[in-house]
């Protein structure tokens, strides 16, 4: 139906699908309109080259309210721990790539439980989890940034509202992880080891994401620590953040920014 609202009716053709037991394609005739492309799909407003067909259609309920199309497929494909449909421009014609893939249950079950609590950043999380068990936070921002202005806080949203994830730091960064007594249920093959220390670079990674940089005033008073000879051994350790400037003018921020 979004193949059929959506083709270019000036340009000869029909719109093609193909399937086989690894992937569907959908292939209809016209390129991306109205600023619409392949990287910004799934945040761009809606835009209706046939506006009349798209009327009828709503009206008629064979298609959701305009801009829901793609959403759908991108849920639909996640929530069976499936891939990200693929969008992309081929000789004047657009071509969306769906995975065919046999379901992942886990992930299926989770969320067809509550399929109302997921949102497309919560489905990137789980499914690049699944049996990984965790990944930096850098790169689950990357993951999802075409879908969330602000990275940092959808994932705070996601594990604040999924009780099977967890924030957790060590020397290395800032992780989100399966919590150890979901590990098994969605086959984490090797747990991330963390200290007592974590929740201090959770703590840290979220202010110096906030305020972009800090002194050693500062970091002595967020972490608690007793003296800023505490704090600077504690930040030496640290890999994921960045000293500019020596002695009580030194700032410090992340290594990378998202």
Same mark, same amino acid.
């Given at each position: 139906?979004?193949? #059929?609202?959506?083709?270019?009716?000036?340009?000869?053709?029909?719109?093609?699908?193909?399937?086989?037991?690894?992937?569907?394609?959908?292939?209809?005739?016209?390129?991306?309109?109205?600023? =619409?492309?392949?990287? &910004?799909?799934?945040?761009?407003?809606?835009?209706?080259?046939?506006?009349?067909?798209?009327?009828?259609?709503?009206?008629?309920?064979?298609?959701?309210?305009?801009?829901?199309?793609?959403?759908?497929?991108?849920?639909?494909?996640?929530?069976?721990?499936?891939?990200?449909?693929?969008?992309?421009?081929?000789?004047?014609?657009?071509?969306?790539?769906?995975?065919?893939?046999?379901?992942?249950?886990?992930?299926? =079950?989770?969320?067809?439980?509550?399929?109302?609590?997921?949102?497309?950043?919560?489905?990137?999380?789980?499914?690049?989890?699944?049996?990984?068990?965790?990944?930096?936070?850098?790169?689950?921002?990357?993951?999802?940034?075409?879908?969330?202005?602000?990275?940092?806080?959808?994932?705070? &949203?996601?594990?604040?509202?999924?009780?099977? #994830?967890?924030?957790?730091?060590?020397?290395?960064?800032?992780?989100?992880?399966?919590?150890?007594?979901?590990?098994?249920?969605?086959?984490?093959?090797?747990? #991330?080891?963390?200290?007592?220390?974590?929740?201090?670079?959770?703590?840290?990674?979220?202010?110096?994401?906030?305020?972009?940089?800090?002194? &050693?005033?500062?970091?002595?008073?967020?972490?608690?620590?007793?003296?800023?000879?505490?704090?600077?051994?504690?930040?030496?350790?640290?890999?994921?953040?960045?000293?500019?400037? &020596?002695?009580?003018?030194?700032?410090?921020?992340?290594?990378?920014?998202?």
């Amino acid at each position: 139906m979004n193949a #059929l609202v959506h083709r270019d009716y000036s340009i000869e053709g029909m719109v093609v699908v193909d399937y086989n037991y690894e992937r569907m394609v959908v292939t209809n005739p016209g390129v991306f309109y109205g600023g =619409v492309t392949a990287q &910004n799909i799934n945040t761009h407003q809606p835009r209706h080259r046939n506006k009349a067909l798209a009327k009828l259609l709503m009206n008629y309920q064979l298609v959701d309210r305009a801009g829901m199309g793609v959403k759908r497929m991108s849920f639909g494909s996640l929530a069976y721990g499936r891939e990200f449909p693929v969008f992309k421009e081929v000789h004047d014609t657009v071509e969306v790539t769906l995975s065919a893939k046999a379901i992942i249950p886990e992930i299926f =079950v989770r969320v067809q439980g509550n399929p109302t609590k997921f949102n497309l950043a919560d489905l990137i999380i789980f499914n690049s989890l699944y049996r990984v068990g965790y990944m930096d936070v850098t790169e689950i921002m990357k993951r999802i940034s075409g879908l969330e202005a602000n990275g940092w806080t959808a994932i705070k &949203n996601s594990v604040s509202k999924h009780g099977e #994830l967890e924030l957790c730091g060590t020397n290395k960064g800032v992780f989100v992880r399966f919590k150890p007594v979901w590990a098994n249920f969605f086959q984490v093959r090797k747990a #991330l080891k963390i200290s007592q220390t974590s929740a201090k670079h959770v703590k840290l990674f979220d202010y110096l994401h906030e305020f972009k940089e800090a002194s &050693n005033e500062n970091i002595t008073e967020l972490l608690g620590h007793k003296s800023a000879t505490h704090t600077s051994a504690f930040l030496r350790e640290a890999s994921y953040v960045n000293r500019k400037g &020596n002695g009580p003018s030194a700032r410090w921020s992340l290594t990378t920014q998202v």
